[in-house]
């Protein structure tokens, strides 16, 4: 069992950046993939980014590709997300999510999920 708490949401001007947080509770955070979601009001959640159990490993969806980084501590049990260039579209409640697969994956499955933080992007 793994609890996910995200923070680190908050307002922010169009092209400004924000660094998200996830914070696992367990000793296992290091047995998982770790991925982040998003999700806007009125559509449906989707798939942002995600890491390997170890950090060797990333995948992004394309619309954040150059703009956000994840990454991970496995000591600090957490995982992050540097989100830079933000536009207003990119409003949304962040969720992390942790996996049992291997590698990075979009598609999961993703058994544990956070609350979510909202990121308000202002134009």
């Known amino acids: 069992q793994v609890q996910l708490v995200e923070s680190g949401g908050g307002l922010v001007q169009a092209g400004g950046s924000l660094r998200l947080s996830c914070a696992a509770s367990?000793?296992?955070?290091?047995?998982?993939?770790m991925g982040w979601f998003r999700q806007a009001p009125g559509k449906e959640r989707e798939f942002v980014a995600a890491i390997s159990r170890r950090g060797s490993g990333t995948v992004y969806a394309d619309f954040v590709k150059g703009r956000f980084t994840i990454s991970r501590d496995n000591a600090k049990n957490t995982v992050y997300l540097q989100m830079n260039s933000l536009n207003p579209e990119e409003t949304a409640v962040y969720y992390c999510?942790?996996?049992?697969?291997?590698?990075?994956?979009?598609?999961?499955?993703?058994?544990?999920w956070g609350q979510g933080t909202q990121v308000t992007v202002s134009s």
């Open positions: 367990g000793r296992t955070f290091s047995s998982y993939t």
């Open positions: 999510a942790a996996s049992a697969n291997t590698g990075p994956t979009s598609r999961g499955p993703y058994d544990y």
